[in-house]
């Protein structure tokens, strides 16, 4: 087995580092570089912290909006509450995401690695393939209207059922990492 990268690509412009208990990104913010776009999305069994170190980023929480800077700390996203992340053109970022509990980390790096695994990147994986990495990374994407048992039900049944039951497999199922 080959040792992972610690750094992967996100999308033209952005990448993500993986450090021990962090994730690091960076957007270089150039004329050409893709927006970073994460949707609505919820978390049942983890707390996430978004810490902006330079530049910019655009953080819903729970509906409200905010620009956040290096000036600001870090945001906490409680766990069960929709937000979303959006970086902008042309504005180069560095920020940092960590989960709590801290022994969710692992997990949300496999997530990362799967997500940004699909050739062409996590929109171009189709909906099944998405949908079982989200199930394992207890990731929950939030409908026009907001039912968090339908969501999850929504997750589950594709996602942990009819994906593998359709042949589909994650690329990274373990962080073990040999030679």
Known sequence: MVDYPDTVSVSNGTTMTFNLQTRLVKIRGGPDD????????????????????????KVTIGGKVKMCTSEDGGSFIPRGVPHALESLKGVPCVFTEQTRPDDFSDRKELFF?????????????????????????????????????????????????????????????TLKKGS
């Open 34 to 57: 893709e927006v970073l776009q994460v949707p609505t999305h919820w978390h049942e069994h983890h707390d996430e912290i978004i810490t902006v170190l330079e530049g910019q980023l």
């Open 113 to 173: 690695r799967n997500t940004f695994a699909f050739p062409g990147g996590p929109m171009k994986a189709g909906l099944l393939p998405l949908l079982q990495v989200c199930h394992h990374g207890d990731t929950y994407f939030v409908f026009p209207i907001h039912f968090a048992w339908l969501e999850k039900a929504f997750v589950q049944i594709l996602g942990r059922y009819i994906a593998p039951l359709l042949g589909y497999r994650l690329k990274y199922e």
